[in-house]
């Protein structure tokens, strides 16, 4: 197996002058993790992605944006709209994810940066965090989420700039494979990542799992009911049922080998 099979970050907690690594010193210090809302923080609302693709007459396969995006800009409001729309009467049911509150509060405690990366617009990301978040997370300071990454940002995932927004704001810089190959002196450098983010992308979609890859991150899938293909997919570098099982994940230090 090359030098560079896989990569990680140290338990939650260590300090700057820990040496614990791997063998081959590829686990650093974790600096965020950027969620997902719909699926992810909230339960997931499946109807409310059928009820769009009904309004705008598209099938399943294709990209409600990306449609959007494509229409003659004189159409493009009222499509956006309609989305708005059914986006505004589906907040009013949004449940959260279970363990959601214990993991935010375990994260916050510890002083990792979370973010949000979405593609739900600010209406419905506000209405979750007024209900769920706000007021029930002890331990930070300040926000619980710095940035919020909505649909009003472009490009939208599963195009990776959201995340880079996020890594922007943190002041956390990206390290190319490159980088990594002349620091290790390794002549036989593999691994699926082209460019390394200390950051963990948490998501329940492809397109979750496709940004987070193509940002540089350690991608997370929580499991859903219909997407059990994307357990499997290259793209996803570790599977949990519920969200508050990161807690232990990260306290123990997190190892993702490369997928072949």
Known sequence: MPLNSGRGFLPIGSPASDTSKSPDSRRVHLQGIVFDM?????LPQNHMFSQMRSAL?????????EHINSLPQSDQPAAWKKIKDIESVAMRE???????????AFLAEEKVKMAICTRNFEDPVRHFLENFVEG???GGQGKVFDPVVTRDFTPAKPHPAGIWECARVWDVRERKVSDREERDGAG??????????????VGD?????????AAGCVTVLL???????????G???????????????????LWVDEKK
């Not at 009911?225 to 357990?231: I, M």
């Not at 599977?239 to 123990?252: A, F, M, P, Y």
């Open 38 to 42: 719909d699926g992810t923080l909230c």
């Open 235 to 253: 793209r996803t570098d570790l599977v949990v049922g519920r969200l508050d099982e990161l807690i232990e994940i990260l306290k123990k230090g």
């Open 94 to 104: 949004q449940e959260a994810q279970p363990g959601l509150v214990t993991l935010l």
């Open 57 to 65: 007459s598209i099938p399943k396969s294709v990209d409600i944006i």
């Open 136 to 138: 029930k997370v002890q």
């Open 223 to 233: 499991k859903s009911e219909g997407k059990e293909d994307l357990e499997v997919d």
């Open 205 to 213: 979609s492809v397109d979750d799992m496709a940004s987070g890859r």
């Open 188 to 201: 036989d450098v593999e691994g699926p990542w082209e460019r390394e983010l200390p950051m963990i992308m």
